[in-house]
């Protein structure tokens, strides 16, 4: 079974500082989905980037971007130019190409400092 | 806008009292999952539609229920809630290839 793991369970960075979550996982699939979550407090569940392991090219969303080692079975998140707004829990979650199970990390909770 | 929405946002029931949560969506999305969400925790599935195929997690008690009548909507049944029932209740949906969008959640507490 495909398992998700964050080993920072809190975080906290300066205000227009950077950061990166951590996150690993463990498949023996070749073809898959990795995705970085945000949920504030209280607040909706949103989709902050996505990464199809058939590409090399590390995807970038403004601000956020990701560090994919697909043998290392690892999907790094870096928050630039860190913003309040940034404070939420962030999850990592997997999915297989052919499936539609979302396996999900523990999340990390990411604190920003003014 | 698409989006997924979930009725009610907060639920309150008694110990006992079936409960029933409703998710719809806009997204024309042909998979649609149910999970619950305790205090700083990771969703847990509970079960997903693939279309009208129902999917259920093994560890879903069988208190748990749900229906999808048609593409649009989606509900949760819980027959006969428990205090350890009390939770956030998270709605989300999908393409067969893509990622999931997710509803409000629904708040429930459980007297």
């Known amino acids: 079974a495909q398992t998700v793991t964050q080993s920072q369970p809190e975080m906290s960075v300066q205000e227009a500082e950077t950061v990166t979550l951590s996150c690993t996982y463990d498949?023996?699939?070749?073809?898959?989905?990795l995705f970085w979550y945000k949920q504030p407090p209280s607040r909706q569940m949103i989709l902050v980037i996505r990464q199809e392991a058939y590409k090399q090219q590390n995807a970038t969303e403004n601000r956020f971007s990701v560090n994919f080692q697909k043998a290392a079975k690892s999907f790094s998140l870096k928050i630039s130019d860190s913003q309040l707004g940034d404070a939420a829990m962030y999850f990592c979650a997997y999915k297989r190409a052919n499936g539609q199970n979302f396996v999900f990390g523990p999340g990390t909770r990411l604190s920003v400092l003014p | 806008d698409a989006m997924v929405i979930q009725n009610p946002r907060y639920q309150v029931t008694q110990f006992g009292k079936p409960v029933t949560l409703s998710c719809s969506q806009t997204l024309n999305h042909n998979v649609m999952y149910w999970y619950q969400q305790k205090s700083s925790q990771a969703p847990k599935l509970l079960f997903h539609y693939y279309d009208k195929d129902f999917n259920n997690e093994a560890d879903t008690p069988d208190n748990f229920q749900s229906r999808r009548p048609n593409t649009s909507f989606c509900f949760l049944d819980i027959r006969s809630p428990g205090l350890g029932d009390a939770a956030m209740y998270l709605c989300?949906?999908?393409?067969?290839?893509?990622?999931?969008?997710f509803g409000p959640g629904t708040r429930l507490t459980v007297t």
């Open positions: 498949t023996s699939e070749s073809d898959y989905y």
């Open positions: 989300a949906t999908s393409r067969t290839f893509g990622e999931q969008y």
